[in-house]
């Protein structure tokens, strides 16, 4: 059963793939015929980009909006709000010159960290994030 939850039990997720490795893994293949051989990898091969999709947040967080039917087309997708981009550009330009930025102020004065989003993304209701990513 696939949990549609942006929290993983990574203890969980590696006893899990564990399990299925040692089910379909090339090695105990090795005298079977060609096709079962490549079957087999095809299958690890499968259960190695799952383990690697909902170990990383940002990759289970695409996969998660996009088995919602909210595709998410990050590489095609560029458009933002004109005063988003326009922050942004005053920002970096500030940062550039070596002023203060406001995310400088904020960095230090509450230490985020890469993950810090994405748990915040966890404890927020499933269906406000759902609604927001349409």
Known sequence: MICSSFRVDQKALDEGYRRVEL???????????????????????????????????????????ESAGFPVNAENNTRMPVDFLMQQMEWREKFEAGKKSPLCRRRRQRSWTVSQPFSMMSRAPKKRFLKSAA
Do not use: G, I
């Open 23 to 65: 089910q379909v893994h090339p090695d105990r293949f090795a005298s079977a015929t060609p096709a079962m051989k490549r079957v087999a990898e095809q299958w690890s091969q499968r259960a190695n980009e799952a383990l690697s999709t909902l170990s990383d947040p940002l990759k289970r967080a695409v996969y998660l909006c």
